[in-house]
């Protein structure tokens, strides 16, 4: 079935840029998600991109999208200690689920320090 | 804009009582709404999609008489715990997926109900 992998665990130092990583198995996903969630809460959706395109830019955030490798990636920049929180990568449209199934990664912590 | 609600936010029950969660999207009609369930340090895991006047439709595994979902309007799902047991004890997070919205792949998610069943 469909798998999307993140690392569990980044520290970074403020003010520094992070770079969050995932891959996924599906080739035929059509939507890619970053999700943050802070301690206690639910999810908000930070940004999205299309498979069909490489990068998107959001004031502070970029996702880059190398649908070859099936590699998506988040970069912070000029990250913040109210950066803090798990991130999810997420993944729909692909083969299985569809458009109505999101499959998430186990999330990726980041803890920003001064 | 895109704000889903639930209650209760927290709720602790006896082993053995059922335990009803409402998911409501307060700005927008959502003919969707989704269940996932959070374990500690996991992923969220969909348990089942819930539709507007009609059944739900589970996922692979999930008890469907255990987890009852009802969608009876566009801005209300309920989920309720039936007979639940200390291995209950999770995050569950639903989301709504706008019906307006020229996106339909995205999802608006609720800030969660922890339950913990003793």
């Known amino acids: 079935g469909e798998d999307v992998e993140q690392s569990l665990f980044l520290s970074v130092r403020e003010g520094d840029s992070s770079v969050i990583n995932c891959t996924y198995t599906d080739s035929s996903s059509t939507y890619l998600y970053w999700y943050k969630q802070e301690p206690g809460a639910g999810l908000q959706l930070l940004t999205y991109?299309?498979?069909?395109?490489d990068m998107k830019q959001d004031q502070r955030l970029t996702v880059l999208l190398n649908k070859k490798d099936k590699h998506l990636s988040l970069r912070i920049a000029d990250t913040q200690t109210g950066d803090s929180a798990i991130y999810f990568c997420?993944?729909?449209?692909?083969?299985?689920?569809?458009?109505?199934?999101?499959?998430f990664g186990a999330g990726t912590r980041l803890a920003v320090h001064p | 804009g895109a704000v889903v609600s639930q209650h209760p936010s927290r709720v602790i029950c006896k082993s053995g009582t059922s335990v009803k969660i409402e998911c409501r999207s307060l700005?927008?009609?959502?003919?969707?709404m989704f269940w996932y369930r959070q374990f500690p340090k996991k992923s969220l895991m969909l348990m089942a999609t819930s539709n507007e006047g009609s059944k739900a439709t589970y996922e692979q595994g999930v008890e469907k008489d255990k987890f009852l979902i009802n969608h009876a309007s566009l801005t209300l799902s309920t989920l309720t715990v039936t007979s639940a047991h200390p291995e209950d004890s999770s995050f569950y997070i639903c989301?709504?997926?706008?019906?307006?919205?020229?996106?339909?792949?995205?999802?608006?998610f609720g800030p969660g109900t922890r339950l913990l069943v003793l």
């Open positions: 997420a993944e729909s449209g692909g083969a299985s689920g569809g458009y109505n199934k999101l499959i």
């Open positions: 700005d927008f009609q959502a003919t969707t």
């Open positions: 989301s709504a997926r706008d019906r307006a919205s020229g996106l339909q792949e995205t999802q608006y």
């Open positions: 991109i299309f498979s069909n395109m």
